[in-house]
C-alpha cells in the first residue's frame, strides 16, 4: 500500500448526494483481473455512451479535472454493495483522497484497505469547496494527514477526523494482515477458549 | 456486588468477539463463519501472491451464485456462454479446491444464493459474527447474528486470521408496532422503513428490529427485512432469537445435534437484548399503516404506497433529496403526480437473496394462481432446496400455467452479472433490492416491489394493488 503524507492536488468537483457503488463501477467490469486496469471502468455510465463513445462533458473528462487526485462528493459517497472494485476503479484514474459530509461504512474501510484517503468535512464546508472547484477549474487543495487539515483553495483550512491507528496505517502505508498476525497468539488463546465454550459450532465441522 | 450493565444484543455479540481493540472504538472481531461468492478472487489472488494460508478452511464456505446461469443448468460450465462469467465460477471452484473450502457449485444439490443457503443450512445461529464478500450478509441479522459485509481485502485478512477489524457501530432501535394489513409483507415494511430514514440513514448504525409486526414475521420475512437493511446505510439489522428461530433452526445441517441442543439454545436466549439496555437512536413506524410498496426513483428511499402518486421533487424538504429526486425521475421516465397504478411495465422478476424463498414463491402464486402474466415474467428460485420444495407443492406448476418463466437458482436480474438483465429503457417491476441507475442493466428502469405485488404486475401488466386479487 502506498503511504499517505500530504498531498497537494486539483480536485475535481462531483457533489451529488448518495453516490452508489453500482455508479461508481457497474457490476458487469467486476469479473475483470485487476491487470486489465479499472481506469476506464470508473463511472463508466457516466463518462460513456452504450457504444463505448467518451461523453466529453462529464466533469473527469474536461481538463483540468482529467488530472484531478482529490474527488469533492456529496453526502454517503460509496453506499451500497461491498464491491472493492469501487475504489480500485477511483484509484486507479489517480484519485489518493476522496472528500464528502460521509461514506459508505463498508466503502469507508475498503478506501483504508487501499490507501485511499477518505475525509470527512461538514456539507456546507464542501459545498463551498465544490462551487469553487466548478468556477475556478485547477483549483488545488491541500491535504495534510499528519496535520489532519485540508488547506483550500482560499487558503482556509478546515480539520478533520480519522482514528489514530487508521491514520498511521495510512502513513505508513501498512496493511491489516501483517499487523494482526503479529497477535497470532491472541487469536489462537481466544480460538481455543471460544470453540471450547461453544462447542456445537459447527456439529464438529470447525 | 453491582448488577452489570445492560447491553444489547449487539454489545453482547461485540463483547463476545472481541480478541482486541484498538484505537478508539475498533475491536478485532472473532468470525464464526464467513461466506464467500464469486467476487472476491482478488482476496484469494493476493493469499497466493503473499504465500499465506487460510486459517480455518472449515469456517469460510463458498457459493456459486453471482455468475451462474439461470437456464440449461444441465450442460453444466459448457452453459455459461460468457467466457468471463464461466472464469469467475470455475475460479471459484479452483480457489475452493485448493483451500479446501467447502463450495456449494453450479452443480451441487444444495447450491444458490448464498444468504439463501447459509440459512437452509442453519449455519448462521444466534449469537455469530458472519462476514462475507456481500452487503447482504446483512440477511442473517435475522437469527440474531451481528452479519455484515466486507470488500475484498478484509475478506483476504477474514481469510488469512479468522478475526476482522471493525469500528464500533451505533445502534439504532427501530419499533415496528400494529399488525400488517393483508397483502403487506416483510418486502413493503423495510422499504417504508428506509422511505422514513432515507438511504443514508442508517450509516455508521447497526440496527435491532422490535416491536410486535417483528415479532409475528417469520424467519423468511425476518430475512428479508435485515436483507435491505444495508439499503439504509446501515451495516447490519437484527432481531433478537425467539421460539420462531428455534424452530427454524433445529434439525438443520450445521445446527447442533440433540446433544448439545439444550446448551445451544440456552446461549441464544442469552444474546438478546437486556431489559433496560439502551441505544443510540431510535426510530418508529407504524405497521398498520404501511401499504403495499413500490418504489419510483432511482434510490430505495424514493418508495411510496400502490396508492401513491410519482411526488413533485420540487415538495421534498431534503434538499439533497430533491436534486436526487429530480434526476431520478428523469431517468425513470416520469412526471409528478402520476398515479403509480398507471405505471405500465415491460416485464417482471421474482427472485434475489431478497425475495426468493419458499413462502416468497407461495405468496406470488397464491396471485398468479388461475390467471395470466401479459408481459414476459421470470422466477427465479433462491436455491435449488427451495426449487423442490416449491416444485414439491406444485408451485412451479401454478406458474408455469400463468406464463411465468420457472428457472434455476442464482443472483440472475438482481444484479445482471450472469448475464440476465433488463434491456436498456424496459421497466421492470423487481422483487431485487436495488433500483440503482443501471442496476439491472444500463438504462433499466426497476421499481422494487413485493413477491405478491410483482405477480399482481405481471398479471396486470402495470403496478397493481396486490389487494385487488386477493
Known amino acids: 500500500m502506498q503511504p499517505f503524507t500530504t498531498l497537494r492536488a486539483i480536485a475535481a468537483p462531483y457533489f451529488e448526494a448518495d453516490i452508489d457503488t453500482d455508479k461508481i463501477i457497474p457490476h458487469r467490469y467486476l469479473r475483470k483481473p485487476l491487470s486489465a486496469g479499472y481506469r476506464n471502468f470508473l463511472f463508466y455510465n457516466e463518462r460513456f455512451t452504450p457504444e463505448g463513445t467518451v461523453k466529453p462533458d462529464f466533469v473527469l473528462h474536461r481538463p483540468p479535472y482529467d488530472r484531478a487526485q482529490v474527488l469533492v462528493a456529496g453526502r454517503n459517497f460509496g453506499g451500497g454493495s461491498t464491491r472493492e472494485g469501487a475504489v480500485y476503479a477511483l484509484a486507479d484514474f489517480g484519485f489518493r483522497a476522496l472528500i464528502a459530509p460521509s461514506f459508505g461504512d463498508i466503502f469507508h474501510a475498503n478506501c483504508l484497505q487501499n490507501g485511499v484517503l477518505p475525509v470527512v468535512l461538514p456539507d456546507a464546508v464542501i459545498a463551498g469547496l465544490a462551487k469553487h472547484l466548478v468556477e475556478q477549474p485547477g483549483a488545488e487543495v491541500t491535504i495534510d494527514l499528519p496535520g489532519q487539515e485540508v488547506t483550500m483553495p482560499d487558503g482556509s483550512r478546515h480539520r478533520f477526523e480519522l482514528d489514530p491507528v487508521r491514520k498511521d496505517q495510512l502513513l505508513r502505508g501498512l496493511d491489516d494482515i501483517g499487523i494482526t498476525l503479529t497477535d497470532a497468539g491472541l487469536i489462537e488463546a481466544f480460538e481455543a477458549q471460544y470453540h471450547r465454550r461453544l462447542h456445537w459450532l459447527g456439529n464438529g465441522r470447525t | ?470
Open chain 2, 1 to 470: 456486588m453491582a448488577a452489570p450493565t445492560p447491553r444489547t444484543m449487539y454489545e453482547k455479540i461485540w463483547d463476545e468477539h472481541a480478541v482486541r481493540t484498538r484505537g478508539e472504538n475498533e475491536a478485532l472481531l472473532y468470525v464464526d463463519y464467513n461466506v464467500v461468492h464469486e467476487g472476491p478472487f482478488y482476496a484469494f489472488d493476493g493469499l497466493i501472491q503473499e504465500g499465506r494460508a487460510v486459517r480455518r478452511p472449515a469456517q469460510t464456505i463458498a457459493f456459486s451464485d453471482h455468475y451462474v446461469p439461470t437456464v440449461q443448468r444441465e450442460r453444466g460450465l459448457d452453459g455459461i456462454v460468457d467466457p468471463e462469467a464461466r472464469s469467475m465460477v470455475e475460479q471459484l471452484a479452483k480457489n475452493a479446491a485448493t483451500t479446501g473450502i467447502t463450495h456449494y457449485g453450479m452443480d451441487h444439490p444444495q447450491q444458490g444464493i448464498m444468504h439463501v443457503v447459509a440459512a437452509e443450512l442453519g449455519l448462521v445461529q444466534p449469537g455469530m459474527v458472519v462476514t462475507g464478500s456481500d452487503s447482504h450478509i446483512a440477511t442473517n441479522g435475522a437469527f440474531g447474528a451481528f452479519g455484515f459485509g466486507v470488500g475484498a481485502s478484509q475478506v483476504k485478512h477474514i481469510l488469512a486470521t479468522q478475526t476482522v477489524w471493525l469500528k464500533k457501530a451505533r445502534t439504532m432501535q427501530v419499533v415496528v408496532d400494529g399488525t400488517l394489513g393483508p397483502g403487506v409483507s416483510a418486502k413493503d415494511v423495510v422499504l417504508a422503513i428506509i422511505e422514513h430514514l432515507s438511504i443514508g440513514g442508517g450509516v455508521g448504525h447497526v440496527i435491532e428490529y422490535t416491536g410486535t409486526v417483528i415479532r409475528a414475521l417469520s424467519m423468511e420475512g425476518r430475512m428479508t427485512l435485515c436483507n435491505m437493511t444495508i439499503e439504509g446505510g446501515a451495516r447490519a439489522g437484527m432481531i433478537a432469537p425467539d421460539e420462531i428461530t428455534v424452530a427454524y433452526l433445529k434439525g438443520r445441517e450445521y445446527a447442533p445435534d440433540a446433544a448439545a441442543w439444550a446448551d445451544a439454545v440456552a446461549y441464544w436466549r442469552s444474546i438478546a437484548t437486556d431489559a433496560g439496555a439502551t441505544y443510540d437512536r431510535h426510530a418508529a413506524v407504524d405497521g398498520s399503516r404501511i401499504e403495499p410498496m413500490v418504489t419510483w426513483g432511482t434510490a430505495q428511499d424514493e418508495a411510496t404506497g400502490i396508492g401513491g402518486t410519482v411526488p413533485d421533487p420540487e415538495s421534498l424538504s431534503d434538499p439533497a433529496r430533491r436534486v436526487r429526486a429530480r434526476r431520478a425521475l428523469d431517468y425513470m421516465k416520469l412526471v409528478p403526480g402520476q398515479s403509480i397504478r398507471d405505471i405500465a411495465i415491460d416485464r417482471v422478476f421474482i427472485g434475489s437473496c431478497t425475495n426468493a424463498r419458499l413462502e416468497d414463491l407461495r405468496e406470488a402464486a397464491r396471485v398468479a394462481e388461475g390467471r395470466k402474466v401479459v408481459v414476459p415474467s421470470v422466477i427465479v428460485p433462491g436455491s435449488q432446496t427451495v426449487k423442490r420444495a416449491a416444485e414439491a407443492e406444485g408451485l412451479d406448476q401454478v406458474f408455469l400455467a400463468a406464463g411465468f418463466e420457472w428457472r434455476s437458482p442464482g443472483c440472475s436480474m438482481c444484479t445482471g452479472s450472469n448475464g440476465d438483465r433488463v434491456p436498456a429503457g424496459e421497466r421492470c417491476a423487481s422483487t431485487s433490492n436495488r433500483n440503482f441507475e443501471g442496476r439491472q442493466g444500463r438504462g433499466s428502469l426497476t421499481h422494487l416491489v413485493s413477491p405478491a405485488m410483482a405477480a399482481a404486475a405481471a398479471i396486470s401488466g402495470r403496478l397493481a394493488d396486490v389487494r385487488d386479487f386477493l
